[in-house]
Nanobody
Framework: QVQLVESGGGLVQAGGSLRLSCAAS????????MGWFRQAPGKEREFAAG????????YYVESVKGRFSIARDNAKNTAYLQMTSLKPEDTAVYYC????????????????????WGQGTQVTVSS
């Protein structure tokens, strides 16, 4: 099992940047695919970005591609989501999640089941 704790959310003006962190417990962090999801008010939770176990593959939903960057530091048991050029429509609760499932393609990270979730961190982008 792995426990996840997000941090780094907050209020930012449109065009600004934020960096989210996801700290994981346990010694098997590098056995999990890591994903960032988000849920806007009144909407379903959606996948935003994913990164493979060693960090060699990343995948982004089209709406964040070119603006968000996912990374991980397996030595620190931490995953990150660097968000730039933020828009009001990026306002949401952001969750990190971990999946033990095997993947063959980067795109698979958007489709696999994630078993472990953090509590979420609020990101609000003002216009």
């Amino acid at each position: 099992q792995v426990q996840l704790v997000e941090s780094g959310g907050g209020l930012v003006q449109a065009g600004g940047s934020l960096r989210l962190s996801c700290a994981a417990s346990g010694r098997t962090f590098n056995s999990y695919v890591m994903g960032w999801f988000r849920q806007a008010p009144g909407k379903e939770r959606e996948f935003a970005a994913g990164i493979s176990r060693a960090g060699s593959m990343t995948y982004y939903v089209e709406s964040v591609k070119g603006r968000f960057s996912i990374a991980r530091d397996n030595a620190k048991n931490t995953a990150y989501l660097q968000m730039t050029s933020l828009k009001p429509e990026d306002t949401a609760v952001y969750y990190c999640a971990a999946s033990p499932r095997l993947i063959n393609t980067a795109q698979a990270m958007g489709n696999i089941r994630y078993d472990y979730w953090g509590q979420g961190t609020q990101v609000t982008v003002s216009s």
